[in-house]
DNA sequence: TAGTGTAACGAAAACGTTTGCGGTTAATAT
DNA sequence: ATATTAACCGCAAACGTTTTCGTTACACTA
């Protein structure tokens, strides 16, 4: 029904199908004549290459599995948009999958993929994950695998992340070298590790400049929502009035924070600076703007993309592929809520 | 390599691809042992299908192509939430595809869902689109296609939308009857006709409640931004200071007109009402909370995977399809924004 | 005359699955 | 003894491509 095969141009031209598809192929035992009458006909059936049969014979699908805790929050649309986009460029297509950070459903997805024959994967893992038998398995399978974001140490394969660290570091060096030295910091939650390599930049960035960390001026936030950081705010002010600048793992957060303040007629910058983490679209929105780090997110998808091809096309040319972790880097962006 | 086959299975059982076939496909000519022996093995082997090989012989890919302008947005990301998922529940994958809002590109995109053979299309109209040759292409290839959100009257297929004319309506009116008289709309750009439904209700409560509208209250914001609602609610106010509320077509509009209002001193909602559109998070986290219409996203996205499945089951089945469109319902919900 | 070369084409296998149909055996019925 | 039936199995085609390896026909060389 419906479709044009090469079956269908080789009888209409009374040749056989090999001919056919060499003439469209641009082989050289194919004479001119012949191939231009394929070509002709070819055009006006409009013949499009059947490409579930090409992915059978080929034994590849060119296309790629995406397993991402969720993509309803800003972060992993922005990532998406960067997959996607590069995938398409590249002539894969993109399945993706959602974990909804649980290791159960993570597991499935896997499976899933698996079963689909997908050429390569791509995740972000659930913050829950402990058990990574089904990556492992992936591994085993020898399907090419990426990890991004949310990684972890026990799976052998290359890894994209933003270097959090740095950026934290570099955001609180921000914060003292304009003259702050009480600064309090809303830390995530324990897993994942991005968070405690924000934490552990904040501490970094304290031992350089001689100010002694103190645990107390440490806030871990389970929500990571606007009412946490207001409430947090509070909490931290009132423990330490001394208070002079507050550090939130990301925006939303500090946008608490900022909220807090206003209502209470703290006054920021002067009295407390505030540095969120992200560069999320609406720290531009707040008065004064927040200052922030910006994170190359869409960067971050593009080139999870990129390593996770290249990798499938070294493997079918059996070239050695060798797995490394690359750390993107991070910028400050002051704005009103730093001096 | 690698993967087990039908045919591995039948080698090392001394039987032939036929019976192996039947016997996990449970057809009634096998022997119970026979049966259980190829399972057993099967198994032991972990074979899967090979879904490249079932597609091609059953002609389906099981797959759905999605087009959407953007995900990187709260409305698109929450809706592709909805249709991954919805999707994944009835075995099918989904391949999401960007418009960017350009029609040229949009056009290549139906183009390479056509290519990649998908089951059926799912797809929000790029804001510019016109031209709707390559909408109309995938009617003539008989490819199953929903329109929702952004759709047209002149393609004949299923559609799903929100109700924006009604929610408008109720959104209004529900500001009149909390003693507004005085009621300024900012309303978006012409296409996409959402907007211009919005206006409608808008216009069509107004005429209700006999109260006599005023074109010079609406205003058209193009960029949709925090900063424009800010904008127009100065120029607004100053135009129209009778005014005493405001319904804005969006909440980060909604949530900018609260912060001129409060940079001004003009008391919310006492002075003037704010009204917002979407129920977008962060109109949870102003002061006081926004005032807004919910829609029902992800289940737009969840009733447009669907219908679009449905339609694909009823053509294989060589059932009579008849397209129709449906219309979400809504909900005002009053916040601290409102009287 | 036999051998070599070359241009143009096609047969067939392969990718892995599904399924209509026919075949074989053994048991049962007439 | 013959016909009928049931139970079990497998051949082969089909889905649409790609690619290896022939084959054919013809011209040219020695």
Redesign the pocket.
Known sequence: MG?????NIAEIL??????V??A??D?P???????DSVRLLAEKLD????P???N????ESKTLGVIIPRVDHNFYSTVVNGIITEAEDRGYLVIILFSGDSSSLEEDQVKLLLEKRVDGVLMSMATETEEIGHIKELIKKKIPLVLFDKTTEEISCSKVRIDDKKASFKAVEYLIETGCKNIVHFRGPLPPQAYTDRFLGYKEALEKHNITYDPSNVYVCDELTFNEGYEFTKKALEEHPETDAIFAMTDLVALGSLAYCQANGIRVPDQISIMGFSNWFMSQNSTPKLSTVHQPIKELGKEAISILIEEIQQRKNEFPVKHFTAQLPTEVIARGTTR
């Open positions: 479709n044009v095969t090469l079956k009374g040749i056989s199908i090999t001919t598809s060499k469209l192929k082989y035992d194919v004479n001119k004549e012949t191939r013949y499009k290459p059947n579930l049969a090409i059978l014979r080929n034994k």
